[in-house]
């Protein structure tokens, strides 16, 4: 039966045979997750997925409405959404004490797959919701967590996130919402935030929001920011909805995609009415929205992700059943054959197949290095998959979102003339996808964390760490005949990768640092070209002994092995061609005059 | 003051010192236009397009509207369509005779770029009905020119091009129109068609379809169809309007964007009152409809082009007023700046004008072979400009749709979160622009053109007129200090691409035919990246001996130099890698089972 969204027996592949979660699960805390359990749960999430999220795609693209300062979500959200929370999805992962159901990471990113494909615009509610709820489990007190906690979890509350205002975009530092102290330990809030993803909605009956504000005393810039939490409807001492906190939607966003998640503008205390509470120190906002914004950002990558593995399956089962023209090889008066077999079509569809692939691998890895943080006992390991996930953030983020848009215009390429209809599903995922080059930091910040922060980021040692794990892979895949020529291109590429960060690295601490920090995001799509080549190398690699091992699945670990191939010896060489202009680092960018631009 | 739309200064570059088209046309046909008549001429365009057409493009984004069979454009469009005719444009560059303007093909360029920028969905009426005219100009007999072109040419009459059906869109010969022989001369026609931008509009009287169908004893697949003039309305002995012809609208498309423009659906002869007179020979149907799709072609790009520089306008105006953060090797704690001062702004910013700037020199150098073909009495020089063109077709279509496509969604990227949102006019070009690189013909197929048909016909002589075109702009460059190195990097890739070109149309007629087209695509963006640094070292040529000499343009000239520079220095590299890849030309794609992509 033809897949949607998502690709079942890939899903397998990656937990099972490429990342082996089962024997990393065994004897520690996630021990009761073995294949059985994690392909019932994986399931469930696929019937909840395709059965009910999937339908809210196409309504949920007319929008919400706003009216009055109210907003009301598109037909049948509020439904789905009690099921979801019925099923205790919104917490799968977390910890059992505040309601979650402790689920593996890498297994709730399966599951993601299948919520996030099916309805992104959906999920954003969920995805703010279990961010909020997260920060407040690191940073608020006892008595903040007992009294918001639970209800969060189990979705009974929202969570947002409020951070931008319209002159503080990528620039949070200059932001002006004012909190005000009371004297009994609340803050009086006042100011206005947008682009808020849920920031008013009639599907909870509270929402949450955290919210960056700056003490009256505080010093300038990021240093003087801090945190709160404030609750549209203020909580009562026995749990129970008080009064309206002054928290006012004043209208939402007209967007190019994602319409049904409501974009919302707020007004905080323009009655003076809006009271919070200190979410952490004061003045340390910054460095707790960072957890939250770095969680958040690996969420944004699966978001790409699923918009582009659900774009891939789509323009493979159209590509499959659609018949247009003979075969280039055929003799001439045949008859014509699936679009498929024309080698541009095929070469489209293996290019999104790489990078779905990949992403799907390098996610899901994401998720085992969480899980690795929660099971192990040792400290300095615990800190070595963070930082290592650190170094991870910014290629999931920004890597993935990139290529997720080029997969969801590949997947209207595919449909043709079609592909442009917003009959067919194409469209949209384009659209949608749009978004996420953008929110939790543009690519281009995401090209700057790289460089200028995880390359050198105690001093160097996580990014070896990054190098090391990818150079292991090859170091196997060298033994295995089938790839071993594969790993010999990759590892050429590898070592002209370490000469070029090492030369932009330079460069960047250097006088030349304009220069450096013009080529930070083709640096950033260099070393996301590496991860991807990493990952289809790894499958590769676990897949050539099965092809002869297993005949029913050989087709399917074939198919490994020629997408690893395609992608370094057809995408790879570009990269290889980038490099070269990166450690060049031409001036031109500096070199360029405002007026130069023209225009005037 | 900020230009809107398109960059007055750099037209007039082109046009004037990089084209020289003034002396270029002295003597000749067109010794009438010199800089004062070009200037005005583009000069009224402008003002028609930024008072009148702008304001179209937001409220054309609404969409039209379909109702029992009629279509109605969205308001305002056609009050602006009467002034569009009245000042003669749609035929600006055709026979005096026929009712035409006269003015040379590079300006008529200049003066669509104002208009497609302003607002695509608008002019794509005016550019149907403009092939369509060509068409029966070219093909039609003398009766039937009389009957009609002078009512298309004034706008007076609309024109489409009905080709596409449900099972026959790239599969053109899978198409099932018939048309049956009535015995005095005219045809009933009789079948659906898809996609007829402006297949059903109230802005005109009567709407003349040029019609692919086939005739019922007709030869199998392309050789068996026959083009056919079928009007809306049949048309009287004296011109005037007579019965309904039978030609229904049945419904119009739900797109992506370029909603001002309806998509329709046609059924034609529902009930047998379908009456068409023949257009050229029978079963010689593909031939004229080749002759009309290469000038669409061209159109398209302009099309796509169009979007590209309005939408680097945009993001040149936006990146100069946006304030946010500090500069990069500011002091801590100095004033936020303008993020054109931000190093990835400022590089996607210069990835948007290399391009923008290349598509506009090869787009009214494409005008100015048109001119050449006029003017010149030489019959080896008309065939060999013509032949140039030819060569260049899906290099416009093909490579500047792809590549606009890809500066529009620069355009949101420099916007922000901003570039999302509706209000603002990036998201609608990056909408807009998706299908250029679909109609008339996918990017595919245009790649397909290039390595299948022009790079070998007429035994390669006109590929190789179009290299030694290139070469010459390289031998001039050597010879200029300031861009002599340029000029020797390009040499490089100039000498690379020729082997590989070698390579590749030799694998394209072996047994790795199917190798050598999943390398089509690849091909068709190495030879535009070519083309692109052709045209920007060309221009930095002109303009370096200008910058000391014409002091108060010095920043615009020097901006032209560091251009090409960043063109050549940082986007050719990878390009150069590219075509490691195509030269290597691994099977990887043709070894791909359709097993091996899953979703099964």
Redesign the interface.
């Given at each position: 039966?033809?897949?949607l969204i998502a690709?079942k027996?890939?899903i397998d592949f990656v937990l099972h045979e490429q990342l082996e979660v089962g024997t990393e699960y065994k004897g520690g805390s996630y021990a009761e997750f073995n294949r059985k359990t994690i392909d019932m749960i994986i399931g469930e999430a696929r019937n909840l997925g395709i059965k009910e999220m999937l339908p809210l795609q196409k309504v949920g693209d007319d929008g919400c409405t706003f009216d009055a300062g109210t907003v009301t979500v598109p037909e049948g959200f509020k439904h789905v959404y009690d099921l979801y929370c019925e099923g205790e999805w919104l917490a799968m992962s977390d910890d059992p004490d505040w309601g979650g159901q402790g689920l593996p990471h890498a297994v709730s990113m399966a599951a993601n797959e299948y919520f996030y494909g099916s309805c992104n615009a959906f999920m954003l509610y969920n995805m703010l919701s279990h961010g909020a709820a997260k920060l407040i489990e690191s940073y608020g007190t006892e008595a903040q967590k007992k009294q918001v906690l639970k209800k969060m979890f189990s979705g009974q509350w929202s969570g947002t996130m409020l951070l931008?205002e319209p002159?503080a975009?990528?620039?949070v530092g200059?932001l002006t919402t004012v909190a005000t102290k009371n004297g009994d330990g609340t803050y009086s809030i006042s100011g206005s935030k947008i682009?808020i993803s849920g920031g008013e909605q009639n599907m909870v009956e509270n929402i949450i929001h955290p919210v960056l504000a700056r003490l009256e005393d505080a010093p300038?810039?990021t240093r003087g920011i801090s945190l709160f939490m404030v609750p549209k409807y203020r909580i009562n001492e026995d749990g129970s909805l008080g009064e309206f906190n002054d928290v006012v939607c004043t209208g939402i966003?007209?967007?190019?995609?994602l319409h049904g998640n409501c974009?919302c503008s707020l007004t905080l205390g323009g009655k003076g009415q809006c009271i919070g509470t200190l979410l952490g120190e004061e003045n340390k906002g910054m460095a707790a929205m960072f957890q939250m914004m770095n969680e958040a950002r690996q969420m944004v990558g699966l978001q790409g992700f699923a918009c582009a593995t659900a774009s891939?399956?789509h323009a493979?089962?159209y590509a499959?059943e659609r018949?247009?023209?003979k075969g280039?090889?055929d003799p001439a008066?045949s008859t014509?054959v699936s679009i498929?077999n024309?080698?541009?079509?095929?070469?489209?569809?293996?290019i999104m197949?790489s990078y779905v692939d990949g992403m799907r691998s390098l996610i899901y890895f994401g998720g085992l290095c969480h899980d690795k943080i929660a099971m192990s006992e040792d400290a300095d390991e615990r800190s070595q998959y963070s930082l290592l996930l650190e170094v991870l953030t910014p290629i999931i983020k920004g890597y993935i979102t990139d290529k997720a848009?080029e997969v969801c215009?590949h997947g209207?390429?595919v449909y043709?003339?079609y592909?442009?209809?917003?009959?067919f599903p194409v469209?949209q995922l384009?659209?949608d996808s749009?978004?996420f080059?953008?929110?939790e930091g543009?690519?281009?910040i995401q090209?700057?964390d790289l460089l200028g922060r995880k390359l050198g980021m105690k001093k160097g040692k996580p990014f070896m760490d990054f190098l090391e794990t990818i150079h292991r892979t090859i170091d196997k895949a060298k033994e295995v005949p089938e790839v071993a020529p594969l790993a010999e291109s990759l590892q050429a590429f590898f070592t002209r990768y370490t000469e070029v960060t090492a030369a932009i690295s330079k460069a960047a601490m250097s006088d030349k640092?304009?220069?450096a920090?013009?080529y930070?995001?083709?640096l950033l799509e260099v070393t996301g070209d590496l991860t991807m080549a990493w990952m289809l190398l790894w499958r590769a690699t676990v897949a050539a002994p099965l092809v002869d091992k297993k005949k029913k699945d050989a087709?399917?670990y074939?198919?490994q092995i020629?997408?690893a191939?395609?992608f370094i010896?057809?995408?790879l060489?570009?990269?290889?061609?980038?490099m070269?202009?990166i450690q060049?680092c031409?001036g031109?960018?500096?070199?360029?005059?405002?007026?130069?631009?023209?225009?005037?």
């Open positions: 039966m033809a897949q690709d027996r890939d931008t002159e975009g990528s620039d200059a682009f300038a810039g966003e007209e967007k190019m995609g974009t891939y399956i493979l089962n499959r018949v247009q023209t280039l090889t008066g014509p498929i024309h080698p541009d079509v095929k070469r489209q569809l293996l197949k848009f215009s209207i390429q043709g003339g592909g442009y209809v917003e009959e469209a384009l659209r749009r978004i080059m953008i929110y543009t690519n281009g090209s700057m640092v304009l220069d920090y013009a930070s995001h083709p087709a399917f074939k198919g020629t997408t191939r395609f010896n057809t995408m060489p570009s990269a290889m061609g980038k070269d202009a060049t031409d031109a960018v500096t070199a360029m005059d405002d007026a130069g631009f023209g225009g005037k």
